[in-house]
DNA sequence: TAGACAATTAGCTAAATAACTAAATGAAGA
DNA sequence: TCTTCATTTAGTTATTTAGCTAATTGTCTA
């Protein structure tokens, strides 16, 4: 739950993650989107993996990650749904709009 | 964004906001429910305010927080939207749940 | 089997985080 | 006004985090 949250917290994996959702990709190939090195790559990549955000299988060379999104939906959503929120929502109480016009 | 994220990546911080999900609750109130000090969990809220998911309004000597429930929607559910989760989805591609008997 | 290639681990540094105590601020009441 | 009470700020410390380079592991392929 946790290591859910802490794992979206950073930008760079919430990215890592948005290139999942399109298709599996490699290690190199998730690297090569972004300009940090590769163990700093492989290092958010175990972030993703201890919050079982990603599957990492190996194929040959290559290691292949693929995100889990029914745990991403399940902390999500989850999470909103203690709150009463994500049904059918129009009209909650706060709005931060339009306060003082 | 990443602030949202951020602020909910500490379970304290999630209790907080659990609190205050039944009904706004003065600083002093909240901080009795922990057994942090009174600054620790200062800072706490102060996250909370940066992450605009609480509102404070002084009230005499107090300080009362309130959740702003739709930040914490728009966060949640936007972010789950952009992965194509919240709808009414029964079947994704993946369940981590029946793989290998 | 030797080299090349992909990825991770080891080891380091700087910055951020979460905790604390002590001090400061600011409002209410005696 | 002086004191008390609620909260925040200041300043410290230990831990975690995010980044790096260098080294290691492990798999292909020439």
């Known amino acids: 739950m946790s290591n859910v949250f802490k794992a979206l917290a950073d930008p ?3 990215r890592v993650l948005e290139l999942l959702r ?6 190199g190939d998730l690297s090569d989107h972004f300009e940090f090195s590769k163990p700093t790559m492989s290092a958010h990549f175990s972030v ?3 919050a079982n955000l990603v599957d990492a299988t190996k194929s040959g060379k290559s290691v292949i990650y693929r995100i889990k999104l029914s745990v991403l939906e399940d902390a999500l959503l989850g999470f909103a749904q203690g709150f ?3 049904a059918s929502n129009a009209d909650t ?5 339009e306060e003082s016009s």
Chains 1, 2 share one sequence.
């Open 48 to 50: 993703l993996r201890e």
């Open 12 to 14: 760079t994996r919430r």
């Open 93 to 97: 109480q706060d709005t931060d709009k």
């Open 22 to 27: 399109e298709q599996p990709l490699s290690a």
């Open 84 to 86: 009463g929120l994500g």
